[in-house]
């Protein structure tokens, strides 16, 4: 980017930067004062953000981005941190050799992002609301894990009110995006977004009214699923078929240097977008000692590394229908969105599927971030902080993406998910309220767990904790009663929240994780 043209943005005011944080890749988008948008580290360098990371051993340095896997190469036992998303939120293992959790390699990661933003916009964006995109499963841990890597870098979430916040589902943000530009928000549509990114499959059917709202019908997903999958059984296939042809029994890739392992990672891309095209390629596959190995991929080939794929992706959108009660010809819009989305076998298997065909108008590896940008941007208008431009306001009505259950525990082991605060796929404005019974006669204290889970009853182990609280000194009853009152709602930033309140003492615990302060 040009210095004058550095100097020229650098009086244009920022309302918001939009983050696709992703599996494989990364889209920033930054919405300017004049409804312009700035897309950082655009397409004419490379394909954005490549989502990696490496620490040098030898020098402490940091690498992101192309850096990161260049260097990790470069250096001998190098391997660069990617995928880290899809440990977002989960308990960190121990590592006796001291690596990052994958929440602070994202903080080094979007530390990284915002002074690139920085140095291309020319101006500070320090004081500047950030929104970001999550896959329509994502884990409520997950979502905590990212707001609080948000935080420590220094990338302010928006602050969540009753008009919006900072998190927004993958889904819902490319039908925004769709919905906008085709002018679908002051009309009655419905419409379904088919989401294959790296590492997460999401489906959503949605419909939009005459009032400019979108509300959500359905969602589902798959994780992990993508199109690091496919990349990873392109690369094993290929050297299945090299070491066959070459003779080699028991080849093992890992016996390769890190330099021959990365270079031919960029390769298998390469022939994922040929083999999209035309029915052969030829490639060479490296086999150690300098040894190389040209083989032959057929459309046979292509087609047995992708149908598992698919396969798995039907069903996703079938329950997704399901759960919608619609049919497929109740659907006016049918949108691609992500990259490996992109691959004809894929689309012609949802549509063969639906009946339908994908339309992919929309840019399908910006349009979550576009779609997210014109969010927060919306948002913002609400708050009386911005202009619009013309486009319609989305008033955005989403649904509980997960079953989020409540276990009473009485021993470490043992328990069980006792009763359902919000089932999966209620609208997120609901606020439940349930009574419960303490476990039994004579107790004074009790430790409360908030839980992800798939039903009613399902025990604690197999449960993702959310949040948990302890009531102590509960006075003694001579009859058990539902004493507890649970009572729950999602904030803005799309996270549960949850009040108990024992009755018979009044005491009352606060299960949020409310991002609020932090931001």
């Excluded at 619009?388 to 259950?405: C, E, L, M, Q």
């Excluded at 003694?476 to 729950?488: G, I, K, P, Q, S």
Aim: charged share 20%.
């Amino acid at each position: 980017m040009s210095n004058e043209l550095i100097n020229n943005q650098s009086s244009r005011a920022i309302m918001i930067v939009a983050i696709d944080f992703g599996t494989g890749r990364t889209k920033v988008v930054v919405r300017l004062n004049d409804s312009t948008e700035e897309q950082i580290r655009g397409m004419a360098l490379g394909d954005l953000f490549e989502s990696a990371y490496f620490l040098d051993p030898a020098t402490g340095r940091e690498y992101f981005d192309v850096d990161a896997l260049e260097q990790a190469c470069a250096t001998k036992d190098g391997k660069a941190v990617t995928r880290f998303k899809l440990d977002l939120g989960k308990a960190a293992k121990e590592s006796p050799d001291g690596k990052p959790s994958a929440e602070d390699v994202l903080v080094a990661f979007f530390k990284y992002i915002k002074r690139v933003a920085e140095k291309q916009l020319g101006q500070s964006l320090e004081n500047v609301p950030f929104v970001f995109s999550t896959p329509a499963v994502f884990s409520d841990n997950a979502k905590k894990a990212l707001l609080r890597a948000a935080v420590r870098a220094g990338c302010n979430p928006l602050l969540e009110d009753e008009t919006g916040g900072p998190l927004h589902s993958e889904p819902v943000c490319a039908i925004i995006r769709y919905a906008i530009q085709h002018k679908l928000l002051n009309q009655k549509a419905k419409v379904a977004v088919y989401d294959l990114g790296t590492g997460t499959f999401d489906v959503t059917f949605a419909d939009t009214g005459a009032d400019g709202s979108m509300n959500v019908l359905a969602t589902e997903g798959v994780t992990p699923l993508g199109g690091a999958m496919i990349r990873d059984n392109l690369e094993a296939l290929a050297y299945k078929l090299a070491a066959q042809k070459a003779g080699i029994k028991d080849f093992d890739p890992a016996t390769l240097n890190a330099d021959e392992r990365f270079s031919f990672g960029r390769k298998v891309e390469q022939l994922l977008i040929n083999m999209s095209r035309k029915p052969t390629a030829v490639m060479s596959v490296p086999l150690g000692a300098n040894r190389q190995q040209a083989i032959e991929f057929n459309q046979e080939h292509f087609v047995s590394v992708l149908s598992p794929i698919a396969d798995q992706m039907i069903p996703c959108i079938q329950k997704a229908l399901a759960a919608a009660k619609l049919k497929y010809s109740d659907i006016s819009y049918h949108v691609a969105v992500g990259g490996p989305m992109q691959v004809e076998y894929i689309q012609r298997r949802i549509e063969k599927e639906t009946g339908a065909t994908l339309r992919t108008d929309v840019n399908p590896a910006l349009a979550v971030v576009e779609g997210l940008a014109l969010i927060g941007h919306g948002t913002l208008i609400l708050r009386g902080k911005a202009e619009s431009f013309g486009a319609p306001t989305p008033k955005i009505r989403d649904v509980v993406p997960h079953n989020i259950g409540v276990i009473l525990v009485r021993r470490s082991d043992g328990a069980n998910v006792s009763s359902i605060l919000f089932s999966k796929g209620m609208p997120v404005t609901a606020r439940p309220t349930l009574r419960a019974r303490l476990i039994y006669p004579h107790q004074t204290s009790c430790q409360i767990l908030i839980v992800e889970t798939r039903f009613d009853g399902e025990p604690l182990a197999e449960c993702v904790v959310i949040g948990e609280g302890m009531l102590d000194n509960l006075p003694l009853e001579t009859v058990m009663t539902d004493r507890l009152l649970f009572t729950a709602s999602f904030n803005q930033a799309g996270v549960v929240c949850v009040t108990v309140k024992d009755l018979v003492s009044g005491k009352t615990v606060e299960l949020t994780a409310s991002m609020r302060q932090a931001a």
